[in-house]
């Protein structure tokens, strides 16, 4: 007997052996299919706790995701579409339409080819040089292409009606009368510097689009225009009494518009009806001419100033006391910017996550965070400048008969 045949039983006992092992592995590995698929894995929802609804899953979440950013794209591709533009640059753009505007009639056609033509040389060097991939900055084709737009724009630019800028002497693109009235005082106001100038064009803009946005509402929307006919103080004097007496002056406003539009129309209105209101009173103030020259911008630190020069303080202590109301003016600026700020977003986002069903609801979570956070900025810089303010009142108090109010 050779030697393959003496190992041939343990060659079978080996085989056998193998196959045993393959069977109880491939048995554990159904088991272990078995009990992944009984697994919880990343989209499958967690059970709820006592008391709580069911939570979506994260592929649930996904596809609801994916849903609304399909309906989004469908929406969007159904609004109008701006006319076709003949160039892409939209500033050779406007100098085209205002050649056409001009040059409208049969004996000015040549003068209007001209300009086409030049338009399209333009066009086609910039092509040229768009498609070359070596170009250096100092190449012929990039010179020849900056010398024709050069050309082109000292030539023709004027051809476009100049925009509309607020001057001392130029109020044209103000359309509220009140607004028009107190921007005609800046002109007397000749001892400003440029920035006070630039500063006072912002917020005569800023007013400007907050009275539009008023109007916008005023004519849009009935219970909006009913807390405006009804007025800022007569309201403020409603919430002050209590929840009881709100909710009563409400209702009477329900029962013609409805309550969700009441509701949203109020919170609205209390934004922008104080913001407008608060415009006028700052603007009136800003172009007094003699609170500019003697005093404060800001009518609060202005009152306090004023009250300050009827005290006994020494010349020392006022020097010190103007520096402080200087400090005191900027942080109430800055609040009014976060002021502004925040009210802006909060109407926006409340409008949204009220109106927009299609809206994810992790996007509204997320909308109502900020709005609470800029909430909560905007309480702590309040108390900020209460507490400044007390300060600064309090060294008045001992020379000053009458308490101040509190106006913070």
């Known amino acids: 007997m050779n030697k393959i045949e003496k190992m041939r039983p343990l060659i079978a006992s080996k085989a056998t052996m193998c ?123 990039l010179k020849t292409l900056r010398e024709k737009l050069k050309t082109f724009f000292d030539k023709y630019e004027k051809l476009q009606p100049p925009p509309l800028q607020l001057t001392p002497h130029n109020d044209s693109v103000l359309e509220d009368p009140t607004l028009k009235e107190y921007w005609s005082r800046v002109k007397h106001l000749d001892f400003l510097e440029e920035n006070d100038i630039r500063e006072l064009q912002g917020e005569f803009m800023y007013c400007e689009d907050q009275i539009k946005a008023l109007n916008h509402f005023l004519d849009n929307d009935p219970a909006f225009k009913k807390f405006h006919e009804v007025g800022h103080d007569e309201i403020t004097k409603v919430l002050k009494k209590g929840e009881n007496e709100t909710e009563k002056f409400m209702e009477a406003i329900y029962a013609q518009h409805g309550v969700n539009e009441t509701r949203k129309a109020f919170l609205i209105w209390l934004q922008l009806g104080k913001e407008v209101a608060n415009c006028y009173d700052r603007l009136h103030h800003y172009t007094e001419e003699e609170i ?31 520096s402080e109301l200087d400090a005191f003016q900027n942080k109430l600026k800055k609040k009014e910017n976060l002021v502004r700020h925040a009210s802006e977003v909060e109407r926006r986002y409340t409008h949204r996550i009220k109106n927009d069903d299609q809206l994810p609801h992790p996007v509204k979570v997320d909308m109502a965070t900020q709005v609470k956070k800029m909430r909560e900025e905007h309480k702590s810089r309040r108390e900020e400048l209460s507490e400044w303010y007390k300060k600064l009142t309090s060294k008045l108090f001992s020379t000053i008969p009458d308490h101040l109010p509190d106006e913070l």
């Open 19 to 141: 196959c045993i092992t393959m069977v109880v592995v491939l048995a554990l590995a159904v088991e272990n299919v078995g009990a992944a698929n009984k697994a919880r894995t990343l989209f499958d929802p967690e059970d709820p706790k006592d008391g709580e609804e069911p939570q979506m899953s994260a592929e649930e979440r996904v596809q609801k995701l994916r849903e609304y950013r399909i309906k989004e794209r469908e929406r969007r591709q159904k609004l109008p579409r701006p006319p076709p533009r003949e160039f892409n640059s939209p500033r050779l753009e406007n100098i085209w339409k205002a050649a056409k505007d001009r040059y409208d009639n049969v004996t000015e056609a040549d003068t209007l080819k001209k300009i086409k033509n030049d338009l399209n040389d333009i066009v086609k060097l910039e092509k040229t040089v768009r498609k070359d991939e070596e170009l250096d900055e100092n190449s012929e084709k």
């Open 292 to 322: 500019r020259k003697e005093g404060f911008k800001e009518p609060l630190v202005n009152k306090l100033w004023i009250e300050a020069q009827k005290s006994n303080m020494t010349k020392l202590e006022m020097q010190k006391f103007k």
